[in-house]
């Protein structure tokens, strides 16, 4: 297995990712409106590939904070095959997707999800550091955040995300 950033000929798969781990299009299709939409990072959107096929896939985009200027990255989507999961490409991704934004010099990474999967990567409970949910989260426990740069002071407020999430 290896993980790498995405390139422009990995979307079909990528999409196919999408649609075969959630059961449905609604995933792929907001993976590919933040694909085509200006809160996009491309140099962080990795791939899981096994023999030269995309297997998995993590995205990171950028969130706004209400009432701040200071935009913060998202880790979502993050899917991988059915037929693969469980074998570690979903936690890749996730390494991938922390070292890349801390490399980048981003403060924080918030994510959606379950607390059990992401608590092993050092995430935390968003609104303990002042990061409220956006109205479309479904559960306020399941909006996280990990601190990549102890030094920078996180903004405080409602977390806003981009266009594709709203709909």
């Known amino acids: 297995m290896s993980v790498r950033p995405a390139t422009d000929d990995d979307w079909p798969a990528i999409l196919d990712v ?58 979502s989507p993050l899917g991988v095959l059915p037929a693969r999961q469980g074998e570690g490409f979903g936690s890749a991704l996730v390494r991938a997707s922390i070292d890349g934004a801390r490399a980048a010099g981003e403060p924080a990474l918030l994510v959606e999800g379950n607390p059990k999967y992401y608590g092993r990567f050092g995430f935390v409970r968003a609104d303990e550091l002042g990061l409220l949910p956006p109205p479309e989260a479904l559960y306020d426990w399941a909006f996280q955040v990990v601190v990549l740069d102890e030094g920078v002071e996180l903004p405080r407020g409602r977390v806003i995300y981009s266009a594709p999430f709203r709909h």
């Open 18 to 75: 999408h649609a075969a781990a959630f059961g449905d299009e609604d995933v792929a299709r907001l993976a590919r409106e933040l694909h085509e939409s200006d809160v996009y990072v491309p140099e962080l959107s990795f791939v899981a590939v096994v023999d030269g096929r995309v297997v998995g896939h993590g995205m990171n985009t950028w969130s706004g904070v209400e009432g701040s200027s200071v935009r913060l990255l998202q880790l």
